[in-house]
Antibody, heavy 116, light 108 residues
Framework: QVQLVQSGSELKKPGASVKVSCKAS????????LNWVRQAPGQGLEWMGW????????TYAQGFTGRFVFSLDTSVRTAYLQISSLKAEDTAVYYC?????????WGRGTLVTVSS | EIVLTQSPGTLSLSPGERATLSCRAS???????LAWYQQKPGQAPRLLVY???SRATGIPDRFSGSGSGTDFTLTISRLEPEDFAVYYC?????????FGQGTKLEIK
């Protein structure tokens, strides 16, 4: 089955770090880029950037540099989003989405809650 | 950066009616690199249309996309109860990719 399976919800304190995973199955992992999209509570969709699943080269949108890191483990067909120095405003659902242009396959999302 | 503006913000219609959603870009989107998504509460977005007018796999033919340049439209010909959701447009002509702010389609 063609799908992206994301890791479960996280509750973190301000200043901590979190690593969200996105495991691909049912298709050739290296044939498609992997994007990350953020959705804050009650808000719209915000593209964070993408990672080239062939080279591992990440591209970050403005506003997602410094504390945000995209990475891969191709041996297990998994992409990762790591956020460091978490702030309350990082509370959101984070989605991974496949493809370079339009996003034809999405994970179910991972809720990251940052609260003291 | 291409800014996408969707209108209206909220659209109140009844099942069986026709829905027309608009997406306007701040600059021309070349090659009609524009997509539409549907999102229901608690769910991930679902791709409906890409290339401005091509329906994604499994999408009913009551959904149709049109437009070019800076003005794009998603039309739902006859609303079904399951169509009430939030709809987003997205451009992939240039980086950064960008989404519109969404149109909420609600039951009247």
């Amino acid at each position: 089955q063609v799908q992206l399976v994301q890791s479960g919800s996280e509750l973190k304190k301000p200043g901590a770090s979190v690593k969200v995973s996105c495991k691909a199955s049912g298709y050739t992992f290296s044939n498609y880029a992997l994007n990350w999209v953020r959705q804050a509570p009650g808000q719209g969709l915000e593209w964070m950037g993408w990672i080239n699943t062939n080279t591992g080269n990440p591209t970050y949108a403005q506003g997602f540099t410094g504390r945000f890191v995209f990475s891969l483990d191709t041996s297990v067909r998994t992409a990762y989003l790591q956020i460091s120095s978490l702030k309350a405003e990082d509370t959101a659902v984070y989605y991974c989405a496949r493809n370079w242009g339009y996003f034809d396959l999405w994970g179910r999302g991972t809720l990251v809650t940052v609260s003291s | 950066e291409i800014v996408l503006t969707q209108s209206p913000g909220t659209l109140s219609l009844s099942p069986g009616e026709r829905a027309t959603l608009s997406c306007r870009a701040s600059q021309s989107v070349s090659s009609s690199y524009l997509a539409w998504y549907q999102q229901k509460p608690g769910q991930a977005p679902r791709l409906l249309v890409y290339g401005a007018s091509s329906r994604a796999t499994g999408i009913p033919d009551r959904f149709s996309g049109s437009g070019s340049g800076t003005d794009f439209t998603l039309t739902i010909s006859r609303l079904e109860p399951e169509d009430f959701a939030v709809y987003y447009c997205q451009q992939y002509d240039s980086s950064p990719r960008s989404f519109g702010q969404g149109t909420k389609l609600e039951i009247k």
